[in-house]
């Protein structure tokens, strides 16, 4: 599967932003989709992700109550609904698609889009 991911910008503490990542490929739905994120000097970390078909949803604690995952299997889809974003949340953020049941580990993931960068000023 190929992914390409869109969406980043600037905006200032308190807004929103959508990421979108669209997968080319067959099968789109056999995988488990999520998202990293990567800050500069930083290791990737995980934000969110979603299991094959949306029965589950997982998110770093300090996104809960403010980013949403979703997924539409029909349009091969993947998005990140950001709200209430904050400077800490500056990064590069990657969508990623493993075939692997669960996982919140960047190894388990083995397809990657190239990454969108966010960045939220105060």
């Known amino acids: 599967v190929q992914l390409q991911a869109s969406g980043g910008g600037a905006v200032q503490t308190g807004g929103s932003l959508r990421l979108s990542c669209a997968a080319s490929?067959?099968?789109?739905?056999?995988?488990?989709m999520a998202w990293f994120r990567q800050a500069p000097g930083k290791g990737r970390e995980f934000v969110a992700r979603?299991?094959?078909?949306?029965?589950?949803?997982n998110y770093k604690d300090s996104v809960k109550g403010r980013f949403t995952i979703t997924r539409d299997n029909d349009k091969n889809t993947v998005d990140l609904q950001m709200d209430s974003l904050k400077p800490e949340d500056t990064a590069a953020y990657y969508c990623?698609?493993?075939?692997?049941?669960?996982?919140?580990?960047?190894?388990?993931?083995?397809?990657w889009g190239q990454g969108t960068q966010v960045t939220v000023s105060s």
């Open positions: 990623a698609a493993s075939l692997l049941p669960y996982s919140v580990e960047p190894g388990a993931y083995a397809y």
């Open positions: 979603i299991s094959r078909y949306s029965l589950a949803t």
């Open positions: 490929g067959r099968a789109f739905s056999s995988y488990s």
